[in-house]
Each structure stands twice: as structure tokens, then as C-alpha cells.
């Protein structure tokens, strides 16, 4: 895909309404990754924001009872930033339950140190847990969640070109 020159400026959207199974998790991954790599050539950040799309579909899918889970991926280069909005439906209780814990991820300044708490935390012999953690660290975008009617969004957005991770023993990019 080439990028007109009038168009290169603007913020490219994608917007997905799904109700997915299982199995069209890793498709999703594998197409955001390919739009990423389409909608803005040379960034390098395709795997990150794939990542991140990634992991938020797999907290959203079993939370949305078999309703639809709604995605927006907004790239804009002009401004050095990525958007990703992850919708699906949700009661009180489970918002209450995500916020605690986005807001435990989100007081440890550095992405990082989270990343290992949350992981030393995470019981082996049980499935997640980590998904928000790697996110804020390992795809260098910020969180947040929101709650409208009775839908819960995590929102993930940071730079575009967001510098290398530097981590000890080597380079994460």
C-alpha cells in the first residue's frame, strides 16, 4: 500500500465489530500487525500494536457473554500517536474488578517493575493475569478503562515512534 501525499498526514482508522470465538484471536493479531505495517511503513511498531490488540481481545472475549466486542485502532503519524479503544459489554462489579486492577499496574511508575510484580503474582497453574502489564511495558502504551451504560473500554494509547526498550541484557524493539 502506497500512502498518497495529501493522505499521508492524516490519522488512519480501523474499526472491527466482532463477536468472536476463540479462534479468530490470533487472526486478529496477524491482521492489525499487517494494517499497522500498511498504515504506517519504516515505524517498526507493528508487533507492539498487534501485541497490545492481542491482549486486550483476550480479556475482552470472555467478558462480552457472546456479544460483540467492538476494536478501534486509530494511527496517526502527523502526531506521533497510536489509539487502540477495546469495547465490550461488562457489569459493575467487573469494571470495579478491572479498574483495581489497572489501577495496581498503573501506580508502579516504571512498566517494567510491574511487569515482574505481576508476573511473580500470576499463579502458574492458572491462564492471565499479565496481559496488562505486558501491554504497558512490552507495547510502551499507556492504559486506562472507562464505563458507559453497560459497556467497559480499555483505552491503550502512546507514541508512534516509541523508543527502544532498553532492558538489561539487551535491546526489546
Known amino acids: ?51 497490545a490488540v492481542h491482549e486486550l481481545m483476550q480479556n475482552a472475549i470472555p467478558h462480552a457473554g457472546g456479544e460483540s466486542v467492538d476494536l478501534t485502532l486509530q494511527v496517526d503519524p502527523a502526531a506521533d500517536r497510536i489509539e487502540i479503544a477495546i469495547s465490550n459489554p461488562g457489569t459493575e462489579e467487573q469494571f470495579a474488578e478491572f479498574k483495581g486492577r489497572l489501577d495496581r499496574i498503573n501506580q508502579e511508575p516504571d512498566p517494567l517493575r510491574s511487569y515482574l510484580r505481576a508476573m511473580a503474582e500470576a499463579p502458574m497453574n492458572q491462564r492471565g493475569g499479565l496481559g496488562l502489564a505486558r501491554v504497558r511495558f512490552e507495547a510502551q502504551l499507556e492504559l486506562s478503562i472507562t464505563r458507559e451504560g453497560n459497556r467497559i473500554t480499555v483505552l491503550a494509547w502512546g507514541r508512534l515512534r516509541a523508543p527502544q526498550l532498553k532492558v538489561t541484557g539487551g535491546i526489546h524493539g
Open 1 to 51: 500500500m502506497t500512502t498518497e501525499p495529501s493522505q499521508a498526514n492524516r490519522p488512519i482508522y480501523l474499526m472491527l465489530r466482532m463477536k468472536p470465538p476463540w479462534v479468530f484471536v490470533d487472526e486478529i493479531r496477524r491482521f492489525v500487525e499487517s494494517f499497522c505495517a500498511c498504515a504506517c511503513p519504516g515505524e517498526s511498531r507493528e508487533a507492539q500494536v498487534a501485541l
